[in-house]
Structure formats: structure tokens, C-alpha cells
């Protein structure tokens, strides 16, 4: 799959917004995310000025964002409050990057938005009964969780606050903050003993001042356990199925009971937890999901190599950093004869020939050296931080192992394989095409030559 292809489908899953804006204001790319949030198809979208999108008082604070990028080319972060015709608040995070052309000019910008609606709204409840911990602009992160525990439990003047997962029956204290109760995370506690299984019982937010008078608690193992006598929690629900909670605690009553401000306080905080677990699964999986799409792209599905795009990439990262201290060599090597074993006993036949033949090149090479299947019986050795001397050694090394390659049919018919080898050193102003067409040249030498060599460009 084409590179960028690839990067369009890893874009189209993401849940923070993409586009890409030309030099005119035009958009030219805008992923799902970002055409959704403008409430707009993609078709309706691309092609058109980034001015007949926005209202004109967005535009007009946008326009001076781009103009900058476009004058100075470099990239520009900041936050934007977003408010819409019907009423509706928007709190985003935006970064726009450059695009550069040959002559380092401005010629585009990528947009990267974030919208950050749901995490600013909790703060901004909690902001208007105290100076909350969270700054404007900061990701979303599990630490947030222990600064939320940590203001909670100042604010509500309780002993300890705790987020707790209960999987499989299992209670676990994940995050804690206390500074008069011996606990920390990690600790795991039988769940009936815990005033997290009186809020799941009632699937709801559960408070209580005077646990020893409230008949939910006067008899629980939690309370004859720990003895708190004022306790507020939350159910930490995570697509739809209760993933632990969010609980405050203190050994002694409270001067007052829990107000409703508190009450909903907790709440959002609960809400803020949530978004925080999931969010950090939904990047666990999306990067899981890119790694393993960029493992695939880059990977030759016959052998298990490195394919052409990674290689290609790969010599145009070698000739940037290696012929600096010393020369970075590249060898072109064809299998010989190869069309006349697909033609002789089928391509399956060719198939294990190509497969064997790789393993051998790729047993037979230093750590720093990386084979590269180039496409069809041609592969591409990457040599980094060496010589000619000590390649020639390597080199070698892999013609003798694939000569001494046997490929035993079930016919009985034995297939010897040998390759020949076309190899080149780096010079100073090298591009990837320059030094992979010498390369070729050699090998072309070495196929008319006698083959099963090696041949070095001159």
C-alpha cells in the first residue's frame, strides 16, 4: 500500500481533527473527524476557501494565525473558544505546521485540532468553586487524575480520594491521593470490605455524612471495617460497563453534608476520570493499530524483509548521517538464473528459492546491515558506518552462503541457488537515486560477467 495512502487511512481513524490548507486558503485535505465537527461531507468541503467555511469573526482570528505560519514557517500552537450560531461552546487545541517546498517557502499548512470540549467543560465547573489545578491548552494525561484526587480531597476536607478499577471482582486501588490513611496504589482489598461496593450496588453516586446513622453503611463490612464516616462516590463507567470509582472518604463527620456544588463537583470529576481512561485506550489502540499498519506497509510479505518503501528510506537516512565519518555502502543483488527455475518448476518452487536464499543473505550479515527485498529476485543490501574492505568481507560472506543454499523438491530435484552482486560506497553528494543507479550498473556487470560474483562500481 502507497505511503500516503496509508498515512490517509491511519488520519481517517484518528479522533482528532486533520486538514491540509494550500497557499490560496483552500482546503485540500480535511479528515472524518474534522469534516464532522463543521458539520460538512468531504465533498463539500475540499476545494473550498477556509473563509467560506468559518463564520467571518472566526476567520478573521484564524486569518492572522495563518498569515503568521505562512510568513515565518514555523509551526504555531495555541487555543481557540469556539462558539456557534445556536449557542453552542467549543473549546479546541490547534497546532498548525508548514509545509515546506524544495525552497524552504511556505505552501501549505496542516491543521491539527483538538477538541477539548468535554475535558474543559469539567473544568470549568470546578473552576467556579475553586482556582482548579488544570491549565488551558494542557492534554488530557493519567497524572491529571491524581491532581483532580489531590484538589478533591482539599476541597471536600476529607482524609483520602481515591480512583479504583474492579475487574473481575477485584478491587485495586489505581490512583490515591492521602496524607492520614496508610494506602497506596496498587493496594488490592477484598470488595465487600469497601464503601466502592455500597456505589456499586446502587449503580449511582452514593453520599453519606454520618455512615454510622445511614442505613446503607451502619452494618456494612465497609463501615465496620474502616469506620469513615463520610464518604462520597461515583461509578467509573467506560463504554458502558462500570469500570470501578471514584470515591472520597473521611474517619470523622464532616461540619456540613455534602452540598449539591460538591456533589455535582464529584460528579464531573468522575465524568473527567472517565474520559481520561478512555481516551488513553483509544491511543493505546490507535498506536497499536498504526504500528502494526506500519509494520505491514513496510514489511515484504514473501520473505519477512524490509520491502522497497522501507529500504528506500532507510538509504536516504544512511546517506544523511553515515558518510559523514566514514562511507555507507549499497549492493544490488539479483538472483541468477531465477526465470528459468519459476519456468522449470513453477513460481511455489521460486517462491522457496526467493525465501531460503533471503534467510541466508540475512544470517550472514552484521548487526548494523539491513537486506532489503527490492521487488521480484532483486534485493538491496544497506551496509551503514563501514568500507569497502570490510563490505567486500560481508559481502562475500552472503554470495557463499546463498551458493551453499540447498532447496530439496519433493520431486527429489535439488536447486542451488547464487546470486550475483553489483556494490557501491557513498559519496559526498549522493542522493538515494545516484548511488542505488550505481549500484545496478555493478550489478548489471556482474550478470554479463561470469554472475555468482561480486562487481564493484568503479
Known amino acids: 500500500m502507497p505511503e500516503r495512502q496509508l498515512s490517509n487511512k491511519i488520519l481517517e481513524k484518528l479522533p482528532t481533527m486533520v486538514a491540509f490548507i494550500d497557499e490560496k486558503r483552500r482546503y485540500r485535505y480535511a479528515n472524518k473527524a474534522y469534516c464532522q465537527f463543521f458539520n460538512l461531507k468531504k465533498a463539500d468541503m475540499l476545494e473550498r476557501f477556509v473563509a467560506d467555511v468559518l463564520d467571518d469573526e472566526f476567520y478573521a482570528r484564524v486569518k492572522v494565525r495563518h498569515d ?24 479546541l487545541d490547534v497546532r498548525y505546521i508548514p509545509e515546506l517546498d524544495e525552497n524552504n517557502k511556505t505552501v501549505g499548512l496542516y491543521a491539527i485540532i483538538e477538541d477539548v470540549t468535554e475535558y474543559y467543560a469539567s473544568v470549568d ?12 491548552g494542557r492534554r488530557i ?41 496508610d494506602l497506596e496504589a496498587g493496594t488490592q482489598l477484598p470488595l465487600d470490605t469497601t464503601y466502592c461496593s455500597v456505589v456499586l450496588a446502587e449503580n449511582e453516586l452514593v453520599h453519606t455524612n454520618e455512615a454510622d446513622k445511614d442505613e446503607r453503611f451502619k452494618d ?30 473521611k474517619k470523622t463527620t464532616r461540619l456540613e453534608a455534602f452540598s449539591e456544588l460538591e456533589i455535582e463537583m464529584v460528579r464531573m470529576m468522575g465524568t473527567a476520570v ?11 489502540d490507535l498506536m ?21 518503501s522501507a529500504g528506500m528510506e532507510m538509504l536516504e537516512q544512511g546517506l544523511a ?4 565519518d566514514s562511507c555507507c555502502v549499497v549492493a544490488v543483488i539479483d538472483f541468477d538464473h531465477f526465470k528459468s527455475i519459476n519456468d522449470t518448476y513453477g513460481h511455489d518452487v521460486g517462491d522457496q528459492v526467493l525465501i531460503a536464499g533471503a534467510n541466508a543473505m540475512n544470517d550472514s550479515l ?64 549522493d542522493d538515494v537515486s545516484s548511488i542505488y543507479r550505481r549500484a545496478d550498473q555493478a550489478l548489471y556487470k556482474a550478470k554479463h560477467a561470469s554472475r555468482n560474483c561480486i562487481v564493484w562500481s568503479k
Open 68 to 91: 503568521k505560519v505562512f510568513k515565518s514557517g514555523k509551526v504555531n500552537s495555541f487555543s481557540e473558544t469556539v462558539t456557534f450560531r445556536d449557542g453552542r461552546k467549543c473549546f
Open 220 to 249: 456494612h463490612k465497609s463501615f465496620q471495617t474502616y469506620g469513615l464516616q463520610s464518604y462520597i462516590g461515583t461509578p467509573i463507567v467506560i463504554n458502558d460497563v462500570v469500570w470501578g470509582v471514584l470515591g472520597f472518604a
Open 141 to 181: 494525561d493519567p497524572a491529571s487524575i491524581d491532581e483532580l484526587l489531590k484538589f478533591g480531597v482539599d476541597y471536600l476536607d476529607v482524609d483520602i480520594g481515591t480512583a479504583s478499577s474492579i475487574i473481575d471482582g477485584v478491587y485495586t486501588i489505581e490512583w490515591v491521593q492521602t496524607a492520614k490513611l
Open 366 to 429: 552484521r548487526g548494523s546491515d539491513t537486506v532489503i527485498r527490492v521487488g521480484g529476485e532483486e534485493f538491496m543490501i544497506i551496509l551503514p558506518y563501514t568500507d569497502k574492505d570490510n563490505a567486500s568481507a560481508v559481502l562475500e560472506r552472503v554470495r557463499e552462503a546463498v551458493e551453499k543454499t540447498v532447496v530439496t523438491l519433493d520431486s527429489g530435484d535439488v536447486i542451488n541457488p547464487t546470486v550475483s552482486i553489483g556494490a557501491t560506497t557513498s559519496e559526498t553528494n
Open 125 to 136: 465547573l470546578m473552576r467556579t468553586i475553586h482556582d482548579i489545578i488544570h491549565k488551558r
Open 321 to 324: 548521517t553515515h558518510y559523514k
Open 274 to 284: 472517565e474520559t481520561v481512561i478512555a481516551e488513553q485506550a483509544v491511543r493505546s
Open 288 to 308: 497499536r493499530q498504526r504500528d502494526d499498519m506500519a509494520l505491514i506497509a513496510y514489511t515484504d510479505s514473501l520473505t519477512g524483509l524490509k520491502n522497497r
